[in-house]
């Protein structure tokens, strides 16, 4: 593969999504970064607002019209839902491949995703031919599509810590929980005051019981994986750190299995996701700016209720770095291509 | 009540809730501190120690022979588990009454203490006589107790949450779920690798999951409550803040209710609980520093899972808090006496 | 004084000064709190918004215009720089005595303030009668004072740990150095990226180098104490806390001078300022709610370099327990009335 | 250099800046970790106790005797003070190299080392041969060296920031202040009260005023570059942060110059030290991770007093990362070699 270069742009640099893109991107050793658009910050030096990328990124934050995203290869949107969705058509005619970070093309019932984003979708039809990138599912699709729906954050912790059981068909599809925590990155680089430091910090706090937007995701994903849609009860929870997601999954078994080995099994091979011993608790930090999910599967006093605990970094696994790992199957490059980053611990 | 004043003795204070119960004591207007036992800090001022009782402790740490406890009229053991044990019956016999922070007293079953607590019992005779003391629950008993078994920090979460629905029988029994979130000080102050802030901060893990020593207490607890055994899965987390629980609670309805109004009833005159507007999430900070315990109550999108928030200050009310409203039971004072503290927010 | 209650209004108090004073009002002996006042919040209960509040402040938020104010004896301002100065001279003229925790009468050279804070002053007049008030220099002007311009937290720590110094006129007057760290409740509940959890938490830095707005509010102070202009360089922090200014402060030393008998004679007699023993770290947890400042001073290695380190709750001492304590000594109240908490530690 | 292969040793590979080499050593092109030792850990994973290394670092810690370290190019002490020094004449005398990340040969002053370090050096010839390896000052030496002491976090950077002004003759040596500010990683991975994260976490203190082991080294290499001996105030901080050191250095100008450009000159072509724009302000997050140094100088309000703002990744350009820097060096591999890594920013 040696040789080969990427041409990437993107559309949205200035949140977390896109700084840890630049991150990744500027360490990767077959993308060349050819543009990163802000229409608010257009001729800010990108290191300017990211002090971390001196020296690594020399881009300036461009205008869309004026930098180019047609003669890329590849255009990560990392932006707001809703914006990917207007810009898709244009560039997926100029044969530009997409790679979406946010949630436009992740939901393939669109009056469901016009429900729950309160927006009328731009471009259904872009729906239809997205592929929802877990590349632990559906890495062939990923290596052709024209079109990436990256998964969210949460959807990627919770599917990958329920879709050995759920393949397996041994657990009640009717009581699913999904109880999660995620550091305060995951919601965004936003000027909101709930998320300020003297808010959010030394601070714990569920959300969105009600409903919140990555259940009908991760919904779609397990019912993929059943076979049949499934009830899910998903509690997401705002924890005092900057990164990672853990989440405490819930499922009553209905038949005898050896969890351990079917979850080995599952993940044998996977570069990315980690199954570790019998008895372990993953630590989110174990996982801090790599682009791994670890998980461990629990039967407590070896009743029939099964824990599975799941960790990953919200912006690696959780967005940037999945977003990557789609770029290389689309690209035929290595899957760990600049993404062999250990996780910075302590 | 006024003019009355309690001579208080306790052992053991060089940990969180030895501490914590000076900063209540300190400023219990019925309360006169006699003496704070350590056999390895005996001689230093106490406040040297904690310099947040400066000008508001005087006393040195004393030798436990020296301390004049018999002469109290109730000595508190903020004590590893394993010591009040030792010491009561002499106490006891000297008309002292007392109330065990630890978890001595906590388990009727003393067979099933011994395996989780991995020691002998060396006076099962107390823990017949012991009350268990969570005022919501038995106020009654409380007042006229001689031993009392102050609850753990978990217990009081997930019983307080719990409580309204076994007791109103609306929920199955066999498939509860507890998954409880905890700040750092819960482990206590103690010299250990794992809970170092470079290791405990910016981190999430959950730990315990085969099996936690407050998973027999809980269902203790629950049994009474529902007035058959239970089957309850625990899982507690660690979460980067130095104090606060949040458990998160799942049941599964067997028959209709109007779950907010049940909670309401049930604490209605509760000094200490306050079930929170339907579709609140209560945060941690929301009781730091104070002895509430804050609950919501949820079924997200109608369905049959009824989801409880319950968030308390580990070291109030999950602990010195508590013990101090015992306190107050048993020697007929208003029973906010000395605990009437406002959250510390931000 | 038992009997006497003073009647409280609020102006603004949806920051954190606002809660912090409702927390500390809410458990005075004499006061009455009757308006607290937000015209964008007008309407919602404060405890909605501080859930901390719950069951000890029962008010909602009104229109300053129906707030009856005027009938107060007394309101704090606890809004933004440049709104007290419009509103203070009807209030005073009603009769009413106002206390600013803005800086709008902190400094005396009006041109002055106008430079630093870029707007023009509203009310020169009360400027020139208004008390700067730090206790612990002018307390018999505070008692009569009808217009109070309660200290900003920077300048509370560094002039409490500077003037036993500047007042023996024993050091250099012309090389002062104070070297400040904030938590991040000091840039106030203002929804701003560069104070986001995921942006504040887990780093450190400077700010303001070139120039702070408090560094005119010290220097006054210090020339004051000194009978003459000082030569100060003042750089703040910010930190990864939520509540607690530290100072390290430098001074050359011009004679000899027992220096810990100096420090502990300046602050005899003060209930708020705790000289710690020789040899002490004063840590900022030990004041975290407290209005306590703490300090110790040092010679390192005996040469001619002072450090003072000073601690104080930016919050507490810093801005709304000063605030009561003022206002204890503008009613004839106990200087230490509701204010007698002992700090959270841990 | 493409080809070349380093054999390396690490001994003592259980604190934190052992896991910090494990971390760069794993990603670095030419490096072959042959063994690690542990006397307490033999024979268990690296990666069971540090859950990031796994699929990245496959040895166990074996016990020193068996390691063969003899056998390795270059050995790394991770050790405690005073274990390198009984371990480098028979390893040197085997033709292996040494780094040592502890202080045993920093001190050419054995007597003085002696003092600060409370115990007698055990091979005072080896310090006398040592290169204090601070490859900015001098890269030369370092190339050439058998034993390598490499610098302490606190020294590399406050000498990185003060060593323009030293070099240029243009401060007053004898007034100079260093107030420095710590995350808790700096106070290692040890089972001690104090850096618990319920201790440290939301708490900020001074400490070692009287005293740092740190202030010799700094004054050494000062004097170093001064051709004088300096007169230095140092004062540590202790920051709640896992990683990262401030350093904010005052000294008094005695002629005038162009700071901005004094500094940038001097650091022309460094790799590893990036001098900010005129009016900057470095976050420690900036190098999270990372093994730059970035500085900032000011001059406040035109003053006479230069402030500068120096910021290191406390166990990268402080510890394990510069380490790897002076390995590269020592066999000839490019200097930042393994040592790419971008700031992990959030």
Redesign the interface.
């Given at each position: 593969m040696t040789g080969k270069t990427i041409k990437v742009g993107i559309v949205g640099g200035t949140g977390?999504t896109g700084?840890e893109l630049l991150?990744l991107l500027?360490?990767h050793p077959h993308s060349e970064l050819r543009a990163i658009t802000s229409r608010k910050e257009a001729g800010m030096a990108v290191a300017e607002m990211?002090?971390?990328?001196?020296?690594?990124v020399d881009l300036k934050f461009s205008e869309p019209a004026a930098a180019g995203l047609d003669k890329c290869d590849v255009v990560f949107f990392a932006t707001p839902n809703g914006v990917a969705m207007q810009e898709a058509r244009a560039l997926v005619d100029a044969g530009v491949r997409i790679v979406d970070l946010a949630a436009d093309f992740r939901i393939r019932d669109v009056a469901m995703w016009e429900h729950w984003y309160k927006m009328k979708h731009a471009c259904p039809e872009l729906v239809a031919e997205a592929v929802y990138a877990l590349p632990e599912v559906n890495r062939e699709q990923i290596r052709k599509a024209r079109v990436i729906a990256n998964p969210g954050c949460y959807p990627t912790a919770v599917q990958l810590g329920f879709l050995p059981l759920l393949e397996a068909g041994c657990v009640d599809l009717d009581?699913l929980?999904a109880?999660a925590?995620s550091?305060?990155?995951g919601?965004g680089?936003?000027?909101?005051?709930h998320?300020?430091?003297?808010?959010?910090?030394?601070?714990?706090?569920?959300?969105g019981?009600?409903?919140h937007r990555h259940h009908p995701e991760i919904a779609q994903g397990l019912a993929r994986a059943a076979g049949r849609d499934v009830?899910l009860?998903?509690?997401p929870?705002l924890?005092?750190?900057?990164?990672?997601i853990?989440a405490?999954l819930?499922a009553?078994l209905t038949k005898q299995v050896d969890l351990q080995a079917l979850y080995e099994k599952r993940y044998a091979g996977e570069a990315f996701v980690?199954v570790?011993p019998a008895?372990s608790?993953?630590?989110?930090?174990?996982?801090?700016?790599?682009n791994?999910c670890?998980i461990a599967v629990?039967r407590?006093?070896g009743?029939n209720?099964v824990?599975v605990?799941s960790?990953i970094d919200n912006?690696v696994k959780g967005a940037a770095g999945q977003a990557v790992q789609n770029m290389n199957l689309m690209f035929g490059l290595d899957e760990d291509a600049g993404l062999?980053?250990?996780?910075?611990?302590?």
């Open positions: 977390y700084v991150r500027a360490q990211f002090p971390n990328l001196r020296g690594h009581h929980i109880d925590k550091g305060v990155s919601a680089r936003k000027a909101e005051t998320i300020l430091h003297a808010e959010a910090s030394d601070n714990f706090k569920a959300y019981v009600p409903g009830s009860v998903f509690v929870h924890t005092p750190m900057i990164r990672g853990h405490t819930y009553q980690d570790m008895g608790h993953p630590e989110t930090r174990s996982v801090r700016g790599a791994h670890r629990h407590p006093q009743g209720t824990v605990l960790v912006l062999k980053q250990v996780a910075l611990l302590p």
